[in-house]
Nanobody
Framework: VQLQASGGGLVQAGGSLRLSCAAS????????VGWFRQAPGKEREFVGA???????????DYADSVKGRFTISRDNTEPTCYLQLNSLRPEDTAVYYC?????????????????????WGQGTQVTVSS
């Protein structure tokens, strides 16, 4: 599976952006997808990712820093994941990466560690001006 992120750009504080992550290659099978970000001079930070609380019950785990402002969704017809960023702040400035990891269990809790995700997109820059 390969991931291609897009949609980044420059936006003023309080504005919005929508990032997309398109999957290609061997997309058959179930994957947990999510997003990380990395600001200059900082480590990669968990933004959010899908998990499953049952065979078909999905949910999204969000970092506290973005909860209520960011929304992760999936397109059920195309292998695409989205990250809607609202009420953006200068501290949200970072390169945003979409990630994926195979779902290995029926109840699947997404990891917040970047080391647990073996599939990464190339990243898209989001810059928020004050």
């Amino acid at each position: 599976v390969q991931l291609q992120a897009s949609g980044g750009g420059l936006v003023q504080a309080g504005g919005s952006l929508r990032l997309s992550c398109a999957a290609s290659g061997r997309t058959a099978g179930s994957y947990a997808v999510g997003w990380f970000r990395q600001a200059p001079g900082k480590e990669r930070e968990f933004v959010g990712a899908f998990g499953w609380s049952g065979p078909r019950t999905k949910y999204v785990d969000y970092a506290d820093s973005v909860k209520g402002r960011f929304t992760i969704s999936r397109d059920n017809t195309e292998p695409t994941c989205y990250l809607q960023l609202n009420s953006l702040r200068p501290e949200d400035t970072a390169v945003y990466y979409c990630v994926a990891v195979p779902r290995t269990t029926v109840v699947f809790r997404p990891s917040r560690s970047p080391a647990e995700y073996g599939i990464w997109g190339q990243g898209t820059q989001v810059t928020v001006s004050s």
